[in-house]
Nanobody
């Protein structure tokens, strides 16, 4: 079982930036693709971004249309960490952000059910 701990959330004005981090432990991090989701209370989790493990198909990245061009996902396998750089933030980006592990090293379907372990989430609030 893998443990995930997110950090880096906070309050920022519209147009600002935040960088989220997620540190993994308990599993061979470099063998698994990683993803970020976000969720508003009462709604389903929404896919944000994902990155392949690298050993399977290179560090291919995937983004939701709503964040493409503004958010960047990256990983540092030596530190078992995945990042989400969020730029040009909008009030509609306000959510709790979660990182998660994919079932293998290459993302074929960026949907919640294909991701296993989840972190506790970090709150991102964007004021207008």
């Amino acid at each position: 079982q893998v443990q995930l701990v997110e950090s880096g959330g906070g309050l920022v004005q519209a147009g600002g930036s935040l960088r989220l981090s997620c540190v993994a432990s308990g599993r061979t991090f470099e063998n698994y693709a990683m993803g970020w989701f976000r969720q508003t209370p009462g709604k389903e989790r929404e896919f944000v971004a994902a990155i392949d493990a690298g050993s399977w198909s290179g560090y291919h990245t995937y983004y939701a249309d709503s964040v493409k061009g503004r958010f960047t996902i990256a990983r540092e396998n030596a530190k078992s960490t995945v990042f989400l750089q969020m730029n040009s933030l909008k009030p509609e980006d306000t959510d709790v952000y979660y990182c998660a592990t994919y079932r293998n090293g290459a993302v074929s379907a960026a949907v919640e059910v294909e991701f296993g372990s989840w972190g506790q989430g970090t709150q991102v609030t964007v004021s207008s």
